[in-house]
């Protein structure tokens, strides 16, 4: 039985919340520009293709561009470029040719500023330097004035990857979920296969790739079975992706358990994270190779429900200085080395004297990264997420929870970091508030120990009456990093009930007042 089976008053949003994981395995998750385009491009003949269209159009900016800003815009807006091109080049049946026309020009003219600054750097997303080369050479086949390849990155890659996937090599897990890159080859290759539920690498794009032709001649392949039921999600748009199971299961347990908010935990789906983690692990989904991040996450929520789970499988992310994401991984995330802190400690807690001494000894070695990584403002950055925010919330709780004594001093700089950067309205945020970020920022004020700063209080009640006001606005802006950045709606929602039951347990308000 789940501890939180026993508890009262029970949380209607919370019960809500869990209900929706159960219903939707395949996770929630915001559409992606980026990989709608990838879709425009290669599968015009599925369910959906003008409202994909039309979705491209919507979310291009007034300057011409798509995504955020500080370099996050480059590849849905590589991608969109292309994407229309794909559409007037082929002369599809699309109801505004000018429009499209007007979109190409304006997205060109902002791509060819961008890429002609030199010294541009780009946010660290998974396989951007294969995307941007392979969109690049794309468009490039299609205009008169070709766009430069940034510095640093260069086709010499893909056609390495395009001739291993000729000859029938097996790629690396992880390639396969950005197997779009592969061209022509991708399309079949021998040595991909898909998943028992039709999809390739757990991305619509990837998926679509390797299908090919194929998906408009057989109407009954898994694969365009798959591309179909994704595709209806958001009625022709589809999320850069899913499944996302393990991964959202995890953090959404791991959020409400951590700040104490009561649910009952369904058995089967308790169940179902155990049995997900094998020898190396879990993956976030069917298709995606088992990670670090996702495996501490999921032994973290089993540990907290009551359920824990040896995470000797963490052993194998090991490199000497600190734990990868997944074997290879190229960079460094502090936040999975605090999911890792996490699962290690809350683990060794509940053996006392019979943890094995190599869960001391690792916890107290990613204590020590994790102060070292530090930024001197106090907060930290990270690869898997654009917002300081969610890097400082887990590893300042990691830390406050199983850094002792010789952590508090960087806790108390997060703290502090927190109280300094709140907004005039109560909210949190890199490029503006938003609920996900408030919602960080309350658990680091309410999760960890008090420093005696008078600006406390006051700060949690403002980050509470932003959070209620704010209520029925949208989940928010996507800042996860993949592809391109995306909006895990469930997760960010889980994050921000547990900061309004933080909040109103503090505050002292009446339950009703504050419960989704």
């Given at each position: 039985?789940?501890?939180?089976?026993?508890?009262?008053?029970?949380?209607?949003?919370?019960?809500?919340?869990?209900?929706?994981?159960?219903?939707?395995?395949?996770?929630?998750?915001?559409?992606?520009?980026?990989?709608?385009?990838?879709?425009?491009?290669?599968?015009?003949?599925?369910?959906?293709?003008?409202?994909?269209?039309?979705?491209?159009?919507?979310?291009?900016?007034?300057?011409?561009?798509?995504?955020?800003?500080?370099?996050?815009?480059?590849?849905?807006?590589?991608?969109?470029?292309?994407?229309?091109?794909?559409?007037?080049?082929?002369?599809?049946?699309?109801?505004?040719?000018?429009?499209?026309?007007?979109?190409?020009?304006?997205?060109?003219?902002?791509?060819?500023?961008?890429?002609?600054?030199?010294?541009?750097?780009?946010?660290?997303?998974?396989?951007?330097?294969?995307?941007?080369?392979?969109?690049?050479?794309?468009?490039?086949?299609?205009?008169?004035?070709?766009?430069?390849?940034?510095?640093?990155?260069?086709?010499?890659?893909?056609?390495?990857?395009?001739?291993?996937?000729?000859?029938?090599?097996?790629?690396?897990?992880?390639?396969?979920?950005?197997?779009?890159?592969?061209?022509?080859?991708?399309?079949?290759?021998?040595?991909?296969?898909?998943?028992?539920?039709?999809?390739?690498?757990?991305?619509?794009?990837?998926?679509?790739?390797?299908?090919?032709?194929?998906?408009?001649?057989?109407?009954?392949?898994?694969?365009?079975?798959?591309?179909?039921?994704?595709?209806?999600?958001?009625?022709?748009?589809?999320?850069?992706?899913?499944?996302?199971?393990?991964?959202?299961?995890?953090?959404?347990?791991?959020?409400?358990?951590?700040?104490?908010?009561?649910?009952?935990?369904?058995?089967?789906?308790?169940?179902?994270?155990?049995?997900?983690?094998?020898?190396?692990?879990?993956?976030?989904?069917?298709?995606?190779?088992?990670?670090?991040?996702?495996?501490?996450?999921?032994?973290?929520?089993l540990a907290a429900l009551g359920e824990p789970y040896d995470p000797a499988s963490?052993?194998?992310?090991?490199?000497?200085?600190?734990?990868?994401?997944?074997?290879?991984?190229?960079?460094?995330?502090?936040?999975?080395?605090?999911?890792?802190?996490?699962?290690f400690g809350v683990y060794a807690a509940g053996r006392g004297e019979e943890a094995?001494?190599?869960?001391?000894?690792?916890?107290?070695?990613?204590?020590?990264?994790?102060?070292?990584?530090?930024?001197?403002?106090?907060?930290?950055?990270?690869?898997?997420?654009?917002?300081?925010?969610?890097?400082?919330?887990?590893?300042?709780?990691?830390?406050?929870?199983?850094?002792?004594?010789?952590?508090?001093?960087?806790?108390?700089?997060?703290?502090?970091?927190?109280?300094?950067?709140?907004?005039?309205?109560?909210?949190?945020?890199?490029?503006?508030?938003?609920?996900?970020?408030?919602?960080?920022?309350?658990?680091?004020?309410?999760?960890?120990?008090?420093?005696?700063?008078?600006?406390?209080?006051?700060?949690?009640?403002?980050?509470?009456?932003?959070?209620?006001?704010?209520?029925?606005?949208?989940?928010?802006?996507?800042?996860?990093?993949?592809?391109?950045?995306?909006?895990?709606?469930?997760?960010?929602?889980?994050?921000?009930?547990?900061?309004?039951?933080?909040?109103?347990?503090?505050?002292?308000?009446?339950?009703?007042?504050?419960?989704?």
């Amino acid at each position: 039985m789940s501890i939180h089976e026993l508890a009262s008053p029970r949380t209607d949003g919370a019960e809500e919340l869990i209900q929706g994981l159960m219903s939707r395995p395949w996770g929630q998750v915001s559409p992606s520009i980026y990989e709608t385009g990838r879709l425009v491009t290669l599968t015009p003949w599925l369910t959906g293709h003008a409202e994909r269209v039309d979705f491209l159009l919507a979310g291009q900016r007034a300057d011409g561009a798509w995504g955020a800003p500080d370099g996050y815009g480059l590849v849905p807006t590589l991608s969109a470029t292309e994407a229309i091109l794909a559409v007037l080049h082929r002369g599809d049946a699309y109801p505004d040719r000018a429009a499209l026309e007007e979109s190409v020009t304006r997205a060109l003219g902002v791509l060819s500023r961008w890429l002609n600054e030199p010294g541009t750097s780009y946010p660290d997303m998974p396989a951007i330097e294969l995307i941007v080369p392979y969109l690049i050479t794309l468009i490039n086949d299609r205009v008169a004035a070709p766009l430069p390849i940034p510095e640093g990155m260069s086709t010499a890659a893909l056609a390495m990857i395009r001739a291993r996937l000729a000859s029938g090599v097996d790629l690396p897990d992880k390639l396969l979920h950005a197997l779009e890159i592969g061209g022509d080859a991708a399309n079949g290759a021998p040595a991909v296969h898909v998943t028992p539920i039709g999809t390739v690498g757990a991305s619509p794009a990837a998926t679509a790739a390797w299908l090919g032709d194929r998906g408009l001649l057989d109407a009954t392949h898994p694969a365009r079975r798959h591309l179909e039921a994704v595709a209806r999600r958001h009625g022709g748009p589809v999320p850069v992706g899913m499944p996302i199971t393990v991964f959202e299961r995890g953090w959404v347990l791991s959020w409400l358990t951590r700040a104490g908010v009561p649910f009952e935990a369904p058995p089967e789906m308790v169940a179902d994270l155990r049995a997900a983690i094998g020898p190396v692990g879990t993956p976030a989904g069917a298709g995606l190779p088992a990670d670090a991040d996702t495996t501490a996450v999921a032994l973290y929520a089993l540990a907290a429900l009551g359920e824990p789970y040896d995470p000797a499988s963490l052993r194998a992310y090991e490199i000497g200085t600190h734990f990868c994401t997944w074997p290879g991984e190229q960079g460094f995330s502090v936040s999975a080395n605090a999911h890792v802190l996490d699962a290690f400690g809350v683990y060794a807690a509940g053996r006392g004297e019979e943890a094995p001494g190599y869960y001391r000894t690792a916890i107290a070695k990613l204590v020590t990264l994790l102060r070292d990584h530090q930024r001197p403002d106090g907060s930290w950055a990270d690869r898997w997420h654009a917002s300081p925010f969610y890097a400082t919330v887990s590893c300042a709780l990691a830390l406050d929870d199983f850094g002792g004594e010789s952590a508090a001093p960087a806790v108390q700089r997060a703290v502090q970091w927190v109280l300094d950067t709140q907004r005039e309205d109560g909210s949190w945020g890199r490029w503006g508030g938003t609920r996900e970020e408030a919602a960080y920022a309350m658990q680091i004020l309410l999760l960890t120990r008090p420093t005696g700063d008078s600006r406390h209080t006051d700060a949690v009640a403002g980050g509470h009456a932003y959070l209620e006001r704010s209520a029925d606005d949208p989940d928010g802006p996507a800042l996860w990093h993949d592809k391109d950045l995306y909006l895990p709606s469930a997760i960010v929602r889980a994050a921000v009930l547990a900061a309004r039951h933080l909040a109103g347990r503090f505050l002292g308000t009446p339950a009703q007042t504050w419960v989704e």
